[in-house]
């Protein structure tokens, strides 16, 4: 293994938007930080095509706000590597190793855990095809994009019926698909949903395929799951809310965390492992936007900073 570090003062995991938000901080803080990250830096705006609703941009291309949030946390000093992380562990020191693929063990008395997460896929054919062409994972980013629109949203938990309500601002109609015969979610949240002249639900019914054309996406192949009977739903959206997975799996020791895996964290973005900070869509929260992630990422940094002084002053 080879050991580069115990000169750093901060590790970043994950060069997402919160990533190079806390990285652009650190280096205005003038702290000693380091940023690993696995892939291009960008995280989800890579997986994005416009966006809306980050503030100064009335719209940008993902990639192109990944590339601007790059260049300005390099400008202020950046040091970004790819690195793919396998753990994270707090040692006795206080010291956290965080071990790379590579073999390459970083080491710092703080870490800001910005890995994001993945949103779970459904799994059927066309859903990868036309993702970004009218299949979405976020009702938020997306639901402008259908005024006047026929839509589906697929899934039966508290957010799949929580976010059929937000679309319905734009769209003319939105169906629910649900395999089941039952939601999952809340009384209230349902209730809020059934209520809605717009919002009809398909009980009993899953998705098999995802069709469209060139310009985007079509119709929904549907399958009842009792009688077994196939039908076609015309839409030009399919928002798929089928559960999200946080990246919290590299921190090896125990920390609070919800039922679904996301990370509990204070107002300073401090999690239950002194010295460890988390930020961005990983983290408990009411919904995760990039202007979400970038907040976290900045109280974080500045939390860091506050946290290292405290650290030396105690010697
Ligand atoms: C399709 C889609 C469209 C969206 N549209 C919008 C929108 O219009 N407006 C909006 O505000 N939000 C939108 N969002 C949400 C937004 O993209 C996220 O809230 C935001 O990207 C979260 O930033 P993050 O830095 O927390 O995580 P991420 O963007 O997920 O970044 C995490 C980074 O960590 C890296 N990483 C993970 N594990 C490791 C590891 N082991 N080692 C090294 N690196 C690792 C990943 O490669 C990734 O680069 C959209 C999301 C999706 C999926």
């Known amino acids: 293994m080879n050991d580069t570090s115990t000169s750093f003062d901060v590790i970043?995991?994950?060069g997402g938007p919160a990533g190079l938000c806390a990285a652009m901080y650190c280096g205005r803080g003038m702290l000693?930080?380091?940023?690993?990250?696995?892939?291009?830096?960008?995280?989800?705006?890579?997986?994005?095509?416009?966006?809306?609703?980050?503030?100064?941009?009335?719209?940008?291309?993902?990639?192109?706000?990944?590339?601007?949030?790059?260049?300005?946390?390099?400008h202020f000093g950046a040091d970004i590597?790819?690195?793919?992380?396998?753990?994270?562990?707090?040692?006795?020191?206080?010291?956290?190793?965080?071990?790379?693929s590579s073999?390459?063990?970083?080491?710092?008395?703080?870490?800001?855990l910005t890995a994001g997460g993945t949103p779970n896929r459904l799994g059927v054919p066309g859903e990868l095809e036309f993702a970004g062409k009218g299949v979405s994972y976020c009702a938020v980013c997306d639901g402008a994009f259908f005024k006047g629109d026929t839509i589906a949203v697929i899934g039966?938990?508290?957010?799949?019926?929580?976010?059929?309500?937000?679309?319905?601002?734009?769209?003319s109609k939105v169906y629910i698909v649900h395999r089941r015969d039952a939601f999952r979610a809340s009384r209230l949240v349902q209730e809020r949903a059934l209520a809605n002249p717009k919002i009809e639900v398909v009980w009993n019914t899953k998705v098999l395929a995802m069709v469209g054309t060139e310009r985007g996406l079509t119709h929904l192949d549907l399958e009842n799951t009792v009688s077994g009977a196939r039908s076609q739903l015309a839409v030009t959206g399919g928002f798929i809310f089928v559960g999200f997975t946080p990246n919290t799996g590299l921190v090896q020791q125990h920390f609070e965390h919800d039922p679904a895996g996301y990370i509990l964290t204070n107002d300073r973005m401090e999690t239950s492992i002194p010295g460890l900070f988390a930020?961005?869509?990983?983290?408990?929260?009411?919904?995760?936007?990039?202007?979400?992630?970038?907040?976290?990422?900045?109280?974080?940094?500045?939390a860091v900073e506050k946290f290292l002084t405290a650290r030396k002053s105690k010697g």
């Open 156 to 171: 039966g938990g508290d957010a799949a019926v929580e976010e059929a309500d937000y679309p319905t601002r734009y769209a």
């Open 32 to 74: 000693r930080a380091v940023l690993l990250e696995r892939g291009l830096t960008g995280g989800e705006l890579l997986n994005t095509e416009k966006i809306e609703d980050y503030p100064g941009f009335i719209s940008i291309l993902g990639p192109d706000l990944a590339e601007k949030m790059t260049e300005h946390a390099v």
């Open 81 to 100: 590597r790819t690195e793919d992380v396998l753990s994270i562990v707090r040692g006795q020191d206080g010291l956290f190793a965080v071990t790379c």
């Open 279 to 302: 930020a961005g869509d990983l983290r408990v929260q009411l919904t995760r936007q990039v202007t979400t992630a970038v907040g976290d990422a900045t109280t974080a940094a500045i």
């Open 103 to 112: 073999g390459t063990v970083f080491r710092a008395p703080a870490v800001i």
């Open 12 to 14: 970043i995991v994950g």
